[in-house]
């Protein structure tokens, strides 16, 4: 019998939001709407589809490893330059990337309670250790992980805004942890829902990779970009950081299609502020829809909201999806009694008010 690494044992499988097509064949349903994994359901528009057919006779050739085209659109948008860029199918595999690089057996990692499963994983597939600090008031708490940094501690991840909760930090806690991480910390800064949070006191944390070389930022294009199918994340970071990474990455981890879709939708200009704008009002919507009902649930900075339910969330769940609706139970981010609802078009918000209306009554 072949016999795996025995720490594996310990790694509970992620599992996802439920796809709507095994939804449909379990529940019977034909009107099925997702709003489990923070996607942007509003699709892509009708000029990037058109570009991407053009691509379709390219596919049996390999896809440009270097990312020249895409590199150097990001450049511009950011203001950094290539050798600051590096590129993963999706930023899990970005994640993963600065686990083998920068995490061992004897050099651990510190990640929140209450956030995204992806950071313990990453430790646990390599049998590195990792200590959690709890959230303050359901937000990352930036005074605690400065006390628990050890002499062991190699990697500290942020996830900013907080995925599941949407609330966020602020840019001065940023800059007032930073001034206490060891030059020797890698501080993983992952900031999936950017382009849904920035503004106000949200940290802009471009602004500090010129004064701090163990900084690395993550991004995507799964989410505002409405990429998700695709998987195209990318890290922001010193050449040396991104030289390390690039070390323990795969010649070919982007695809083709991903590369150009990714550059057809920063041609968009406009599309970034739109779906901004139309999130915010729908955001309001479910808001003003939740507190009319009396139901508790944490202000986001971002495409989703942190709902507290009476019920289990696990029961809460299957009463929705048995409507048609797939949420996220807050069960295994430790939260037993509250779902994440993805912040979703104007009618599937509707059918969601009417049948948590329906479920409560």
């Known amino acids: 019998m072949l016999e795996a690494n025995i720490y594996l044992n310990l790694i509970n499988p992620y599992v996802p939001g439920k796809p709507i097509d095994e939804v449909k064949r379990e529940m019977g349903l034909d009107d099925v709407v997702k709003l489990a994994s923070n996607e942007n359901n509003r699709g892509i528009p009708a000029r990037v589809i058109k570009k991407l057919e053009s691509k379709i006779k390219e596919l049996f050739l390999y896809p440009d490893g270097s990312l020249f085209a895409l590199r150097k659109a990001l450049c511009e948008k950011l203001g950094v330059s290539g050798e600051q860029l590096v590129f993963g199918n999706g930023s899990d595999e970005l994640l993963q990337l600065i686990a083998l690089a920068y995490l061992g057996e004897d050099k651990e990692a ?7 499963s992806e950071y ?3 430790a ?6 990792f200590r959690k600090v709890p959230l303050k008031n359901y937000t990352y708490d930036l005074e605690a992980f400065s006390r628990a940094i050890s002499i062991d501690t190699r990697v500290v991840f942020l996830c900013n805004p907080n995925n599941p909760t949407g609330t966020y930090f602020s ?3 940023l800059t007032d942890f930073m001034k206490n991480v060891p030059a020797n910390v890698l501080v993983v800064m992952d900031e999936a829902y950017y382009e849904y949070a920035k503004g106000d006191d949200y940290p802009e ?5 010129s004064q701090y070389n163990n900084m690395l930022i993550l991004r995507t294009f799964s989410k505002v970009y409405a990429l998700a199918g695709l998987r195209l994340g990318y890290g922001i970071a010193s050449a040396e950081v991104v030289s390390t990474l690039n070390r323990v990455r795969q010649p070919f981890n982007v695809n083709a299609f991903a590369q150009e879709a990714a550059l057809a939708m920063l041609a968009e200009k406009t599309w970034e502020e739109e779906v901004r704008e139309e999130v915010e009002v729908c955001k309001k919507y479910l808001y003003d829809e939740l507190d009319k009902l009396g139901v508790e649930y944490l202000r ?3 495409n989703f909201v942190f709902i507290f339910t009476d019920l289990p969330a696990k029961q809460v769940f299957e009463l929705l999806l048995a409507k048609g609706i797939i949420v996220r ?3 295994g981010f430790g939260f037993p009694n509250a779902i994440r609802v993805s912040i979703g078009l104007k009618p599937e918000n509707k059918k969601f008010i009417k049948a948590i209306k329906e479920i409560l009554s």
């Open 120 to 122: 313990e994983f990453c």
């Open 329 to 331: 139970p807050m069960n």
């Open 205 to 209: 944390s471009l602004e500090l990779l």
């Open 110 to 116: 510190l990640i929140s309670e209450g956030t995204f």
């Open 171 to 173: 840019k001065d806690a």
């Open 300 to 302: 986001s900075r971002s």
């Open 124 to 129: 646990r597939i390599i049998n590195a250790p």
